[in-house]
Structures are given as C-alpha cells and as structure tokens.
C-alpha cells in the first residue's frame, strides 16, 4: 500500500495548502446541509403529540451531544497518531479539536437543559446521560487546562496528548458507572427494551442535522489546525510569503 | 535466560495476571444483583428482601387499579409478562400513570408479598410522534386504553 | 547471577581514541537488572523519606478530620441526616485528600534531579512508578483507610457500614493513588501544578467514587456489597496494569520534553 499520504501528512505546509483546495466545498456542504436539516426541522416536520413544539430543539440537541463524544475520539486518536508517528499535523488537530469539543458538550448540556424545563419541569436532572456529558466536559477542560500550563509548546502537545489517551479508556468505565449509579438513585430502570422510537417525518431532518454537524465539525477543526499551522510555522519562509502575498 | 527477555516476560505475566483478575472480579460482580432493582417474577420466586426498601417494576395491568373511595389508597397489579404483585399505595399517582404503561415503586415488601409503595413513579416516555399518527394509533384500537405507550408494555401478554 | 556488559559507547570507539586507556575494554561489574532490585530499591529509599518527614503523612489526615468536622456545622447535628450523608462525605473528602498529597509524589525527586537518574536507570519505569504509588498509597490510603472509622462515629454511620467502609477505602485509595499517579507525571513539571492536577484527575475518579460510596451506602441500608467491592476490585487490576504505563510515559515527556 501506497502510504506517502500519510507521510505527506507531516508536513503541515502540504496540509495547508491542500486544505485550501477543499475548504470552499466544504463550506458549501455544511452550509446547504445546515439550512436544509433546520428549515425541513423547524418549519415543515410535524409537531410532536405529547411535547408540542419543544420537541424541535432536537435538532441541535442531538447532533451536538454525538459531536460532542465522536470529538473526544477526535481528539484522543489525533493525539496518538502524534505520538506515535511524531506527525505534527495530528499533534496540531488535537490542540484544535479540544476547544471544538468542549463547546459542542456546552451547547448539548446547554439546549439539554432548556429542553428539560418545559418537558421534566426542571433545568437539571441528575440523569446518568447528562451526568457522563457534565463529565466529559470536564475532560475536555482538563486536557485544555493542561494544555495552556506548559510553555514549551512540544511537550504541551505530547502532555495533553497522554491526558486524552487516559481519559479515552475512561470514558466507557465513567459512562457505565454513571448509568449503573442512575439507575440505582433513580427512578427509570425499566429498559426491557430500550429503543426510543422516533417517526420518519421528525427522523430524516435529524439525519440530515446530524450529517450537517458532522460538517460543521469538520469545517471548524480544519480551520482552527490551519490557525494553529500558521502560529506555529509563523517564522518559516512559506507563512511570511503568504502573509506578504495577500497583504 | 536473557535478562531482557526474562524481564518482558515477567511483565507479560505480571499483565496477564492482573487481567484476569480485573476480568474474574467483573464476571463475579455481574452476577451479583446490585441494584436493588426487582422485576415482579423475582419478587414471586422470592428473591427479594422482605421490609427493606426496594425497587420494584413492570407494567400497570389493566383493569387492576383499584381507587378507594374515601381516600388516596389505591391498589394496583404490576406485572413483568410471567409474575404479577400487588402494591398498595397511598397518594396522589403521577399524572403519567395509566393502565398498561410502565411504573416504577419504591417501597417495601410485606410478609404476605405485597409490595407497599412509599412513591410511585411513571416511566418517561420515548416515542415521538405526531399527533396524527398518535390519533391513528389510537383509532386502530391496539393500544386500548393510551394512544401510545411503552413498547415493553404492549409486548406483554396481560391474559396470563 | 551477574551481568557483565562493556561500559557503554566510548569502550566502542576507543580504537580511534589514541588517548584512551588500554583498561577501557575491561568489563565493568554492574548488579543484575532484575525487575524486583530496581522496586525494592526505591521503595526502601521513599519509604525512608516519607518517614523523615512525618508531618507530611499527618497533614492529608488533619485535612480529612477538619472537613468531616465542617459537615454537621454546615448541615445538621442530626443523626439520620448524618447517616444519610457519611458514605458519600467521607469518599468524598478522603478523594480530595489523596489528591492534595499527590503533588508531592514525584515533586522533590524532580527537583533535586534523582527523577531523570531513575529515568535513565536501566530499571524499568513501570516498576519503579509501582513501587512509588505504594509508598504514597502506605503514606497516604491507608492512614485514611485506618482513621475513617473514627470519622463514622462522628458521622453516626450504622455499624453494618464501617467493614465495607474500611474494605472501600481500603481497595478505592489505592485506585485513586495510581490513577493520581498520571496527573502527578503529568504536572510534575510545572510550578504550579497543584490545582491543575486536581482538575485534570478529578473526572478520573468518578467511577470509583461511585462504587466506593455505593457500597457503604448500600452496606449501612442492610443489602449486599460484595459486588461493589468486587468492582472496586477490578479497577484496581485495571489501573494497576495501565496507569503505571500512562504515568511512566508522562514521566518521559515532563522530564525530556
């Protein structure tokens, strides 16, 4: 197998500019996907029996909340790659997609929460799904915080790096341990069989916000690794000519 | 043998052993009922605790719910498809209780076997749909009394 | 049983070298590299620190104390409120112990440089992580382990409660010790990693907070919880497996970069 790609993948002036030639389409990939996944939500899905109106905020809600976990993933497998191979691209991603993350866990804990007051009558539940969010938000902060404490830039990355890998075993023994303490405070534990059912009409602007989100993560992780290219390799040739070039 | 080899294979087995015990614990851990929780066909086999506080679930039969006239007793039988128990309760129930959707009680277990329920608690719902297909459920019948509910609730046969 | 190696690079060039001496090809005597020497060896000399300086050992205990003082002041006298609450306050408070006291698990030996002599020592890391947290854990775990009792009473915790407390906290601490271990590698480095280490660690520690409590709890209530320390248990074989890699690794990037 041919694997120059991945190797080209170390340089992050080869990343750069190929992410240039993608950038465009993908803007308009997220942007049609967005508009069409919240109009067909918001406008033209039906209203849900029980729950009326409030039921739309799903369409934030959920997107945000699998983005919020696949990040993690992002982020924990970027930072091994970087310290495996020593690809300073993978090193860069995971520095940008810790801030993604930890914003996609704020907006689904967030919307969470406004969704809780008209349907449960309260903001915060301690309910094992939104407990395992609350925490991995503090895992995202961490790694963050450890992050910003290191001066040498190097050693930060390879840090927060083994932080993410420790927090990726983690996540599976925090999860079940959550559920398992839910289920034992709380009343729900009736799961003879746990699918909840959702009905095409409301489904399919779901999928399409879901796939949308996927997007938008993409798009934000892509341009926020080019920033953290460009701070990077501020004293090399080729930034001072493109920042002379388009000045 | 080899000092370097002698030393990766102690870690090998050092690794090895502690496996197998994380791996035996959890197996054994499993096992063991930690939750408090019992389903109805436990409490007739007898499993469960008599006056302790417990957990205790399944669906309301229908048909079963009786109201005392005077004041906020009520009885009820859940059931879990193969054993049913009856609980007592005194209070106002949970707007979301109806026959033939799940319940959740807590409370104790009486030596006769009925249960005594100090809170009694009605399962959240996770089926969104529109109001249309939840009026053309309810036409179609199936679901006699609500117009959707619990899924584990229809599956069970309340003829037993 | 003896090694003999050559003493390193130099013996291998010494043909270019017209100045080095004719006894640079003698092999020197080194002490056999076994795993258990290297363990031994730097659990002799923490366990001789720690005990040079005791105040450290009180102190996490003093703190333990204080706090547990603080629950019926800030919330009730009442014995079934405090029943209520001792399994969960105790855990809790005996979690930010042994997080205080792990900022200074591999702290001193970075500062005085006997870290990077242990980094470069031909004695795996792995081992001599392990045999540190034991020392912390005896430093630390098990003066809590022995001293929550005490602290039960004062918190009127039923008396089914205080076996599977000291059985919880027994296996719990040195969970939390090992896992602590990563933070404590992690920040080792920076000045000030005290807060940031209970930051990064804390989230770590909600499984076995969870299953520590719960088998108090549920023990204090008259049901079963074996299971819980079962679990407990297992933890303990996981992160006695993986958290001294994790640590060891950290240990490499703080101290090289």
């Known amino acids: 197998m041919d694997w120059t790609w991945f190797h080209r993948l170390g340089s992050p002036r080869w990343f750069y500019e190929k992410s240039s030639v993608w950038l465009p389409y993908l803007w308009v990939l997220t942007a049609s996907l967005l508009i069409a996944g919240s109009v067909w939500g918001l406008a033209f899905s039906p209203a849900d029996a029980k729950q009326g109106n409030s039921y739309r905020i799903i369409y934030i809600h959920v997107p945000a909340a699998f983005l919020a976990l696949a990040g993690y993933y992002v982020m924990a497998i970027s930072g091994a790659v970087g310290l495996i191979w020593r690809i300073k691209v993978a090193e860069l991603t995971m520095r940008a997609a810790a801030p993604i993350g930890a914003v996609l866990t704020f907006v689904s804990l967030f919307t969470g929460a406004v969704w809780g007051k008209p349907t449960w009558g309260t903001w915060w539940v301690w309910d094992a799904r939104i407990t395992s969010m609350l925490i991995l938000f503090f895992l995202y902060l961490g790694v963050m915080a450890l992050h910003n404490a290191f001066t040498h830039e190097e050693t930060a990355n390879k840090a927060s790096a083994i932080l993410a890998l420790v927090g990726t075993v983690n996540i599976p023994i925090i999860y079940k341990s959550v559920d398992w303490w839910f289920t034992l405070h709380q009343p729900a534990t009736i799961k003879f069989t746990s699918e909840s059912t959702i009905d095409p009409s409301m489904l399919y602007p779901l999928l399409i916000m879901v796939i949308g989100f996927y997007a938008l993560y993409a798009l934000a992780l892509i341009l926020r690794t080019r920033v953290e290219i460009l701070k990077r390799e501020r004293r090399t040739k080729w930034v001072k000519a493109l920042a002379l070039g388009s000045a | 043998m080899h000092p370097v080899r002698k030393q990766r294979l102690i870690f090998v087995v050092f690794v090895v052993v502690f496996a197998t015990v994380a791996i035996g614990l959890m197996v054994f851990a499993l096992r063991e009922n930690m939750n408090l929780f019992y389903p109805p066909s436990k409490i007739a086999a007898g499993e469960a605790p008599v006056d302790k506080s417990i957990r205790a679930g399944g669906c309301v039969m229908p048909g079963t719910v009786k109201r005392s006239g005077e004041n906020l007793d009520v009885n009820f039988l859940i059931t879990d498809g193969s054993a049913d128990v009856k609980v007592f309760y005194s209070g106002i129930l949970p707007d979301l209780f109806a026959e033939g959707e799940a319940v959740v009680v807590n409370g104790k277990l009486s030596e006769s076997g009925d249960f005594n329920a100090t809170e009694v608690l009605a399962k959240h719902d996770e089926n969104y749909m529109p109001p249309e297909v939840a009026d053309a459920m309810a036409a179609a019948g199936n679901a006699g009394d609500g117009a959707q509910h619990q899924k584990t609730c229809e599956v069970i046969s309340y003829d037993s | ?257």
């Open chain 3, 1 to 257: 049983m003896t090694l003999r190696i050559l003493q390193g690079p130099s013996s291998m060039t010494s043909d270019s070298l017209s100045t080095a001496p004719a006894t640079d090809t003698a092999p020197l005597e080194i002490p056999d590299i076994n795993l258990w020497s290297g363990f031994a060896a730097t659990f002799k000399r923490d366990i001789t620190v720690a005990f040079r300086s005791r105040g450290d050992i009180a102190n996490p205990l003093i703190f333990f104390l204080i706090v547990i003082t603080m629950v019926p002041l800030g919330i009730s006298p009442e014995r079934d409120t405090l029943a209520l609450l001792a399994p969960g306050m105790i855990w809790v408070v005996a979690l930010l112990a042994t997080l205080l006291s792990l900022d200074g698990l591999f702290r001193t030996d970075y500062e005085d440089g006997s870290l990077e002599q242990l980094l470069i020592s031909p004695h795996p890391l792995y081992f001599i992580v392990i045999s540190k947290v034991l020392v912390h854990w005896l430093m630390t775990g098990l003066p809590l382990t022995i001293t929550a009792p005490i602290l039960g009473v004062m918190l009127s915790l039923p008396n089914q409660g205080y076996m599977p407390l000291i059985a919880s906290l027994a296996i719990g601490t040195g969970v939390l010790s090992l896992i602590g271990a990563i933070g404590s590698a992690l920040t080792v480095g920076l000045r000030k990693g005290g807060l940031l280490l209970s930051l990064i660690i804390m989230p770590l520690y909600v499984p076995v907070l969870i299953f520590g409590a719960s088998a108090v709890s549920s023990a204090s209530e008259g049901f079963p919880f074996v299971g819980q320390l079962a679990i407990l248990g297992a933890f303990l074989a996981m992160a006695m497996i993986l958290a001294p890699f994790a640590a060891a690794g950290a240990l490499r990037i703080s101290v090289n970069g």
